[in-house]
Structures are given as structure tokens and as C-alpha cells.
């Protein structure tokens, strides 16, 4: 089985205009399925797996193997592992100036980008693939339960059975302590990581309190628990999402919320095999938020803001988006029924919403005052459009 992935025409269109895209995704998100998809659309292309020592040395001399291949695609995947690759790319990019000439993969973020924005600036465009979304999935409320429950990397939602699907995440996440961390440099011992993201799990859409966080795990301090968090978000496992900053003339929360991305892997670290273990934990809000707010980040036009809001008074919306032409707000509910607290009513007031969106497990959209709607979750990607 495979699904039509949201992000395949738009990264077609970013290579018709620039000469490098950098698709970029946590491991076995299906960025080389995604890639082998463009290849077969655009014509003949060549694939080479930087992780691979071989494809390593036939890279190693870019300048004179590049040149060769300028009537093709160039795929080059895990990029990470040659941290000097962008440099090398600039004179054979700019000795050859076309559109769609190379498609680089990437599973961590913010060292690639700020390599790529030294070395390729005016030269590449980005393009974030996420596990598999509510839009790609199907419009029903069986599909998304199974979508939540296992989450959206590809091997762990097309299992053929829950409990398949659970021991791939988990083997999915020892893998990641024992070596894709340390692969991106990160030096914490395995167990300490998976500690560290199980109390994560445990905290899905809580603000991060980093003192007593680390003071659970054993009195880490505050400086180590912001870096084990900055080493997750590099991988494109955590989000750190920030408070929507509002001159409103109200004490607003400065503290983050902190998600793990993907809502397998939340389960999978608490243990939670199946949708009637699930809905019996305390984690189910954070995990529902958490899944519905990667709907939101995934779906938002480039260049929007997206925060939270929360004043000491008790207003608060799960999520606000500021594109510069419209501040849009939705509040997360796990009910069939959803009926937003007064803090929500006053939180529009307070920031002049545009429009408003009550996120819920329902069947189809309807209104529920002027002005709000109560909105299905794969129906978050259509409230701006298609993507520019």
C-alpha cells in the first residue's frame, strides 16, 4: 500500500525552480520512497547513500564526478554524514545554474540548515516530510484512530497488526539511542536518552519546567535538560512549541510546551499497544493535542508563526497561527462534543482572532458560535489552501 504523499507536488514544483531542494525528515519517514517517486516523474536520476562508505568515496572528489551528471537528478541521501558537502556543491551549482539538478535527504535539521544557508543561499529550497498525516490517510474516524494510535512513520501505520506496529516503534527507538543519536553527535548513554523521552511522553504538552524535569531523572540540571531537548528537535523528534507573544497587556506564560512529534512514539514509550490502553491513560489529551497540533505545523504556509497562548489568568488557545494577514487560532478537544472553557472565549478577545477552530474526533465540520467552527482533523490542511 501506498499512500499520495501531500509533500510530492510540492517538492516537484521547489526543483522546477531551484537547482537544490533539501527534503528533510526524522529516519524511516519515507524520504527515499518519496524521493524514487520524483525520480520516476522527472526521468533518470542517480541515488547515492551517503551513509554508505562506498558512495562516500564516490563523492569524494565532487568536483570531478559532479559534472558528469548534469542531465540527470542527483539523489543524495543522509547528507548529514558529510558535513562539508553544501560547500562542495556551490561551484558545480552555480558552473551550471539549471533548475532540479540535486535532491538532498537529511534527518536532522537545524545543522543542515544552517550549513546549507551559509554554502547555498539563493540556491536551495527546503521541504520538511512528516509521518503520514490525517489528510493523506483518509477522511474517517477509524482510519484516524489507527493513525494516532500507531502513528505516521510508514512501517509502523501499515502494519498489518497492532502489536506488529508497536514492536516496530519500539525497535524503531532503540535504534535511535544506540546509534542514529550518537551518529548526529549526541553523547548521552542510550538508557539515560530513552529515560529522558519515556519522562517526555509521560509530560506530552505540558509547559517544560527544565529544573524539574532533570530533578526527576536523577538532578540533571536545567542546562543538560535544555540540550537533550535541543539534540531532539535537531532530529525532528521533538517540538518545541513557544508562546505566541502578544502585546496585550496581560502576564503571559514564558515557559514552552514541549511534544514528542509523532504519537507512536509516545505510546510506544509508555507502552500503550492498543486504542482501549490508550484512552484508559492519563496522557491521552497531551497525546491528542500533540498529534493534532503536527496537523496544524505541517499544513501552515511558509513563513507563518505558530505558538500557544496561556495568560496567568487562565485564557488560553492550544495553538495560534500568525501568517501577517490573518492570526487564526484552534483549540484542541479529544471529545465528540466539544465545548471550549471560558479562557478560550477570552483568549480570542485578547489577541483579535481572525477566525477560530475547535479541533475535535468528529465526523464533519459544523459551526459552534460566529466565527468558530468545530473542525475534523483532516480538514486542518484545507483551512489555508494549497500551498504556495
Not at 558537502?85 to 534527518?107: H, M, V, W
Not at 501577517?324 to 471550549?340: H, Y
Request: include cysteine; charged fraction near 20%; glycine fraction near 8%.
Amino acid at each position: 500500500m501506498m499512500l499520495d504523499r501531500a509533500s510530492l507536488h510540492h517538492t516537484l514544483s521547489l526543483l522546477s525552480q531551484f537547482p537544490a531542494v533539501a527534503l528533510l525528515g526524522p529516519r524511516q519517514v519515507g524520504k527515499t520512497t518519496l524521493a524514487r517517486q520524483i525520480a520516476r516523474q522527472r526521468g533518470p536520476a542517480l541515488f547515492l547513500d551517503l551513509e554508505s562508505e562506498a558512495d562516500r568515496e564516490t563523492l569524494r572528489r565532487p568536483d570531478l564526478f559532479l559534472p558528469a551528471y548534469r542531465d540527470r537528478l542527483v539523489v543524495l541521501d543522509e547528507v548529514q554524514w558529510v558535513p562539508d558537502l553544501f560547500t562542495a556543491l556551490r561551484p558545480e551549482i552555480d558552473a551550471d545554474r539549471q533548475a532540479g539538478r540535486f535532491l538532498l535527504l537529511g534527518s536532522a535539521a537545524a545543522g543542515l540548515l544552517r550549513q546549507s544557508a551559509e554554502s547555498l543561499a539563493g540556491r536551495i529550497a527546503y521541504e520538511a516530510l512528516t509521518p503520514f498525516l490525517a489528510c493523506e490517510v483518509g477522511p474517517d474516524l477509524a482510519t484516524l484512530q489507527r493513525l494516532w494510535q500507531r502513528g505516521g512513520f510508514p512501517l509502523s501505520y501499515l502494519a498489518a497488526q497492532d502489536a506488529a506496529s508497536l514492536r516496530w516503534r519500539q525497535a524503531f527507538l532503540r535504534t535511535l539511542m544506540q546509534r542514529d543519536l550518537p551518529a548526529l553527535g549526541v553523547r548521552v548513554a542510550a538508557e539515560t536518552m530513552r529515560r529522558f523521552m519515556t519522562m517526555l511522553a509521560h509530560l506530552q504538552g505540558q509547559l517544560l519546567n527544565g529544573a524539574q524535569l532533570g530533578q526527576a531523572l536523577g538532578g540533571l540540571s536545567h542546562t543538560t535538560v535544555a540540550r537533550y531537548i535541543d539534540h531532539l528537535v535537531d532530529a525532528l523528534l521533538v517540538r518545541r512549541l513557544e508562546p505566541h507573544q502578544a502585546n496585550v497587556g496581560k502576564r503571559l506564560v514564558k515557559s514552552p510546551k514541549v511534544y514528542l512529534r509523532d504519537s507512536g512514539l509516545v505510546h510506544a514509550l509508555l507502552g500503550l499497544g492498543t486504542p482501549q490502553e490508550l484512552q484508559s491513560h492519563p496522557v491521552v489529551g497531551g497525546s491528542w493535542e500533540g498529534f493534532v497540533i503536527e496537523q496544524i505545523a505541517a499544513a501552515m504556509p511558509e513563513g507563518a508563526h505558530l505558538g500557544f497562548y496561556r495568560t496567568s489568568a487562565g485564557a488560553e488557545i492550544d495553538a495560534v497561527v500568525d501568517t501577517g494577514l490573518r492570526r487564526i487560532a484552534f483549540e484542541v478537544k479529544f471529545s465528540s462534543a466539544p465545548k471550549p472553557t471560558r479562557g478560550f472565549w477570552q483568549a480570542l478577545q485578547d489577541l483579535q482572532i481572525d477566525e477560530a477552530y475547535v479541533v475535535a474526533p468528529v465526523a464533519r465540520r459544523y459551526p459552534l458560535s460566529e466565527g468558530v467552527q468545530v473542525l475534523p482533523v483532516w480538514e486542518v490542511a484545507g483551512v489555508w489552501g494549497e500551498r504556495p
